[in-house]
């Protein structure tokens, strides 16, 4: 497989998660955001939103980097899907909720603070109470399972950690540590070989 991606890039290092935890063989195409080559021509071929990641495996290109980390599960044979359909139906349940009810909020933070977009004042109070409902859920749910999906580490857990990890110089690491359950998942699976490579921290 060859992929087409930022190490830096949020959805990118999800699907390098996907391809680290399955062990599958890839090559790593370096989009250099610097020189624009997200828009060239080049890259807009595999990704015509203009974006990264982009995928390609014998012939077959894709975009959109959750529906990647399906279809490298499913191609290489790996355990990042439940077996049982209620399984396959929590997972998808709770990668929608990143999608729509996590992601947005945290990423006014992640502008912020990491990436000098300036947020008014009112759009991260808002998004404050976005995360603290959204929070509640997950924790409460987090407090009963290990997981996202259940019992097993599984695609929706890593389609939360980019996110987690960017926040973490933010203040949305001290309202995670409000909440217990959702704290201790953080706690275990950023600590996960695959992901301290990709976060660039082993
Ligand atoms: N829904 C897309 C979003 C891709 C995306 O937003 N990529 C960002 C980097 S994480 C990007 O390429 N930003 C540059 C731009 O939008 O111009 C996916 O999941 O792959």
Redesign the pocket.
């Known amino acids: 497989m060859k992929l087409y991606g ?1 190490p830096m ?4 290092r999800k699907v390098l998660t996907t391809l680290a935890e399955t062990n599958t063989p890839h090559d790593f195409v370096l989009v250099d ?1 610097a020189k624009g080559e ?2 060239a021509p080049a890259h807009l071929a595999h990704q015509p ?5 982009a995928l390609e495996d014998d012939g077959f290109a894709m ?4 529906a990647m980390c399906r279809y490298i599960n499913e191609k290489v044979g790996g355990n990042l899907v439940p077996d049982s359909i209620q399984g396959r139906a929590r997972m998808e349940q709770w990668m929608s909720v990143e999608t729509s009810n996590v992601t947005p909020p945290i990423m006014k933070f992640v502008y912020h603070h990491i990436f000098k977009r300036e947020q008014p004042a009112d759009v991260l109070e808002t998004a404050t109470k976005s995360l603290d409902a959204a929070f509640t859920i997950l924790d409460a749910h987090l407090g009963k399972h290990p997981y996202f999906a259940g019992e097993t580490f599984s695609l929706a857990d890593i389609c939360y950690l980019p996110y987690f990890e960017y926040s973490m110089p933010t203040p949305v690491k001290a309202q995670i540590a409000n909440y217990p359950h959702l704290a201790a998942w953080w706690g275990k699976v950023s600590e996960r070989p695959s992901w301290l490579k990709v976060a660039g921290r082993a």
């Open positions: 930022h890039s949020t959805c990118t955001f997200h828009k939103f203009g974006q990264v990641p975009f959109e980097s959750r």
